[in-house]
């Protein structure tokens, strides 16, 4: 240490240093990776006489204060809504006019010693209003206050919404669910629905507010607050305006479908184990090239030489594939309906264990078929459009059904190409005389006068009570056919299959991944999928406990009185119009 006569002090180049003791310490790697109080604890050592930088700390107290703007701008906006409203006391208002005045005074220091030249000017408001989060008005309040010599500084009562007052709607939990009850009648009605309402609601029959007197001089003053206090509930708790999208309301065909399906579905189950239905579920879908699952992929987002690619590649082309599961043998196994404590299923588990392979739930053997469409055009877009009934019921009839060792129910989707007609049934537009054909070969009665309207509406009856190719082919092996309803994809186990299966090859997704290794990769899930025998039981279990939890609550409805009015129903002609339409697609 050097000194000077004017009594300031030099370090010198020996005083410099910080660190000492092993060489280690001053790696890029320790540096990089030391804890958030090692900067304390570095700064009072001996040669701490430096200053030392303590990243974004601030005070003795060693509190670290956020270093990015994002972390920043959410305290302050907490912040900011916790100082909304608040009421002003005397102390807050002298610390504000005092920090006013002390950058006035640096201010007029910085003039002083410039000798006349001008110092840009302090902005003392903006300032202010910026560090204390006040509005521009309550500043001129509170320096009004001072600067005209009030005995007492600048104060408020209490502001905005007081939980205390009786005209603010309290955020508790019977208020939250009357309102949300209120408003869901009233969307059920299709009425209109505004805060107004709400309000309305809220003074009456829900007796969340007080009735306010109309002849009060400020009636309307009060009742405006009220409805502010109203709205900004609403805004709080999330509520929106407009139409809400999705469709929340089942249609009543696709209610009749899932009942039925859940009808056969259990009494199959609950049939004698020695005539029960194995159950066989199938389905299609497809892979593309680019397939990935790299959402959980690590990087460091310090290291300056990662490479960042743009956008990634498109989906590339497709591989698209179907194939069956199936249940235990009910020959040998009964599932555990008692399943309310998570027992029965592990006792599931445990009886499973002790079966053979061939009796127990998994990929039906030869039923994978995986092919990559030839036409360009069918790499894009749904991929249902690669299934025909040309290619469909091939597979269907020369590897599902010779692969299935006893009857089986077999559960699918009512896709276009599931439900092809036998060639003798007519499809799409055709001549009257096809038409005729089709009544001749089914003796139903025409007259020569009849048109082809005529003819249609007389078709509608035998068109009912078609089946189809893949039913046809079914039971002459002694299988029956379920279709599963529309918009439940939560009945139909093989689509956790597809989750699965897809997933790990998505895992395996690199730069280099052609289609030939994407074929090879599919391959060998598909082998591994024949010893998935335990995950597969587990995702028929688990759709199975959802049909019953429906199928529970469609017993419970049967025992309510049916309020709806089915007047109509008796005088239309259009009775079972989904069923006639669906059995006319073919038409």
């Not at 208020?175 to 309402?197: D, E, H, P, W, Y």
């Not at 006068?449 to 509608?460: A, D, G, R, S, Y």
């Amino acid at each position: 240490m050097k000194h000077h006569g004017n009594g300031l002090t030099m370090e010198t180049d020996d005083d410099i240093s910080v660190y000492s003791g092993h060489s280690d310490t001053l790696s890029s790697h320790n540096l990089r990776r030391r804890l958030a109080g090692d900067d304390l604890q570095l700064a009072g050592t001996n040669s701490s006489r430096k200053k030392v930088k303590t990243d974004a700390i601030d005070g003795a107290g060693g509190v670290r204060l956020p270093n990015s703007t994002k972390s920043v701008s959410k305290y302050l906006t907490k912040l900011k809504a916790k100082l909304k409203s608040k009421p002003y006391d005397s102390i807050t208002s002298d610390r504000i006019v005092h920090a006013a005045l002390t950058l006035q005074m640096d201010y007029c220091k910085e003039k002083v010693k410039k000798e006349g030249v001008k110092p840009p000017a302090p902005k003392v408001r903006e300032n202010i209003c910026k560090l204390f989060g006040i509005s521009p008005n309550t500043y001129t309040k509170i320096m009004k206050s001072f600067f005209d010599g009030d005995s007492e500084s600048y104060c408020t009562g209490l502001r905005g919404c007081n939980p205390c007052l009786e005209t603010v709607l309290p955020q508790t939990k019977k208020t939250v669910i009357n309102i949300r009850t209120f408003v869901r009648n009233r969307r059920v009605q299709q009425l209109r629905t505004t805060a107004t309402q709400v309000l309305e609601f809220c003074q009456g029959e829900g007796d969340l507010l007080p009735l306010l007197d109309a002849n009060d001089p400020e009636y309307q003053k009060k009742h405006q607050s009220m409805l502010r206090g109203v709205q900004r509930w609403l805004k709080r708790n999330h509520y929106r305006r407009g139409r809400r999208s999705g469709n929340i309301v089942m249609k009543e065909y696709i209610a009749v479908k899932r009942d039925k399906f859940l009808i056969e579905f259990f009494k199959n189950r609950s049939l004698p184990q020695e005539h029960r239905l194995r159950e066989v579920y199938l389905d299609e879908s497809y892979i593309h090239q680019h397939y990935k699952k790299d959402v959980d992929s690590l990087y460091d987002p310090n290291d300056e030489q990662d490479l960042q690619f743009g956008k990634g590649k498109n989906k590339g082309n497709r591989y698209c594939f179907v194939c069956a599961i199936q249940g235990p043998n009910p020959r040998v196994f009964e599932y555990n309906e008692d399943d309310n404590d998570g027992n029965g299923r592990l006792l599931d588990k445990l009886q499973l264990a002790e079966i053979p392979k061939e009796d127990r739930g998994g990929v039906v053997a030869g039923s994978v078929w995986c092919f990559c469409p030839q036409q360009k055009k069918d790499h894009k877009g749904d991929y249902h459009k690669v299934f025909k009934a040309e290619n469909f019921v091939p597979w269907w009839r020369d590897q599902l059904l010779p692969n299935l060792p006893q009857p089986s129910l077999i559960i699918m989707d009512n896709a276009g190409y599931h439900c092809a007609y036998p060639p003798d049934v007519p499809k799409g537009k055709k001549k009257k005389i096809d038409y005729i054909m089709y009544c001749n070969s089914r003796n139903i009665p025409l007259e020569p006068t009849n048109t082809v309207l005529i003819i249609k509406e007389k078709m509608k009856q035998a068109m009912l009570k078609e089946k189809m190719i893949c039913e046809i082919l079914a039971e002459e092996k002694g299988h029956r056919v379920l279709f599963q309803p529309p918009c439940h994809s939560d009945f139909q186990p093989i689509e956790l299959l597809w989750a699965k299966l897809k997933g790990n090859i998505g895992r395996k997704y690199d730069s280099n991944t052609t289609m030939k290794v994407l074929k090879q990769r599919l391959d060998e899930e598909f082998v591994a999928a024949m010893d998935w025998n335990e995950s597969i039981e587990g995702m028929i279990h688990k759709t199975a406990k959802i049909c019953a939890s429906f199928y529970k609550t469609i017993q419970a409805e049967e025992e309510e009185p049916d309020n709806a009015d089915h007047s109509d129903d008796f005088n239309s002609d259009d009775s079972d119009s989904d069923e006639h339409s669906n059995a006319l697609v073919a038409l």
